[in-house]
């Protein structure tokens, strides 16, 4: 494997550990600028709804310059937004330091996977781009206990500043070892536009949105829940981190296993599950053990639904998937938003802390009920066969 994907999975790990530490962090941010942990809940708001937008907008601009000065871009917006954050005097500058970081990370994502798949021969494509994602997975097993232990101990800021060197690193590490690239030919907005037309795009877009806001109904308020409810103090929310990326990185190697083999079950599997744990979590949270079981068992279940999730956007988009992966990321993101908001709406309507837990199950089942409606219609959608002529080659399809 070349050099260059260690740039990109080191851009990977900083923009996970920066997307999910922000969770073990959410209490002392609180406490810094005088606001309540609801409100405090819309750090994770404002970045969610700045990759929904960066996802797409930056996607379509970075079509015009070649993908390394796009790559060096994207991550000297990284590098911008974290450094704010590190010395944001108010609670309005860390949020928008905290959305300038965001902008960075869909198209990072959808960009870095083409340019390692290129690094490589043909039949080594897959492990390029498993490479580069190492990152973000190594970041939610590492770098997110670590951030959180870094900022409990010294001080939040000191974890964003960390977090913005490790950008540097990638920069420079995509400086000097990512290859000039050309520019993508034949990318037209209007092709990819056309990915959206298909209904089972959208619906598989909403499945993303209920099924992954699920999981962050519950994780970003999982801080206060385990110190206030279960009686875990505040460092032993670092190893509770921990397990929730153990779970997301087993659940990653689950979903990305059977996507192939049996997709739409596996959402079944992944979706109903969690729908069931979340549920249970609200009961779980009164008891140490039962609750660190779910956060391991939200992690894979959550993130077992990635891979399915984004293969089903990409089969149907049919020959314009960049921009409908692009958005696909996005949607990851605005569930991630939308339950984040929610969460913190029940917390503030006084329900609790372990609240949002009852959101994230909602979510997770109405997820559930969209990968059944999306099979329905697909079954009864008619097929299109070729029809042969008598000489052979293929005419015009045929309707059933």
Aim: zero cysteines.
């Amino acid at each position: 494997m070349p050099l260059a994907l260690l740039a990109l999975a080191i851009g990977a790990f900083g923009i996970g550990t920066t997307e999910f530490v922000i969770m073990g962090l959410l209490p002392d941010i609180a406490a810094t600028y005088g606001v309540s942990i609801p409100t405090a809940g819309l750090l994770v708001t404002g970045y969610a709804l700045g990759v929904v937008v960066g996802a797409p907008l930056l996607t379509v601009l970075g079509n015009k310059v070649s993908r390394k000065r796009m790559l060096m871009l994207l991550m000297g917006l990284f590098v911008l937004g974290n450094i704010l954050s590190a010395l944001a005097p108010s609670f309005g500058m860390m949020l928008v330091g905290r959305v300038i970081t965001s902008l960075a990370h869909g198209s990072f994502f959808g960009l870095g996977s083409v340019v390692a798949a290129d690094l490589v021969a043909p039949d080594k494509k897959a492990g390029a781009i498993a490479t580069m994602f190492t990152g973000l997975t190594v970041a939610n097993i590492v770098g997110v206990p670590l951030g959180t232990f870094v900022g409990q101990a010294v001080g939040w800021r000191t974890t964003f500043a960390i977090v913005a060197a490790l950008g540097v690193i990638g920069l420079l590490g995509i400086v000097k070892l990512v290859p000039a690239m050309p520019r993508p030919e034949g990318a037209h907005l209007r092709r990819e536009l056309t990915a959206f037309r298909n209904p089972q795009v959208l619906l598989a877009m909403a499945m993303t949105v209920l099924g992954f806001g699920g999981v962050f109904a519950a994780i970003t308020y999982i801080a206060p829940m385990m110190t206030h409810v279960a009686g875990y103090s505040d460092g032993a929310v670092t190893w509770l981190l921990v397990l929730f990326g153990i779970g997301m990185f087993l659940g990653n190697l689950l979903g990305g296993r059977f996507a192939d083999r049996a997709l739409m079950p596996m959402l079944y599997v992944t979706l109903g599950g969690l729908a069931v744990v979340l549920a249970l979590f609200t009961v779980f949270a009164h008891d140490k053990i039962l609750a660190a079981l779910a956060i391991l068992l939200v992690g894979a279940l959550g993130f077992a639904t990635v891979p399915p999730l984004q293969k089903r956007v990409l089969d149907q988009a049919h020959g314009a998937p960049t921009l409908a992966s692009a958005v696909n990321i996005g949607a990851f993101n605005l569930g991630n938003a939308l339950a984040a908001w929610l969460g913190g709406l029940v917390i503030a309507a006084g329900f609790g802390y372990t609240s949002p837990n009852w959101v994230g199950a909602v979510l997770a089942a109405a997820a559930l009920g969209l990968a059944l409606w999306s099979a329905a219609l697909e079954r009864r959608a008619p097929t299109a066969v070729p029809a042969v002529a008598a000489d052979g080659p293929a005419r015009t399809p045929v309707r059933h």
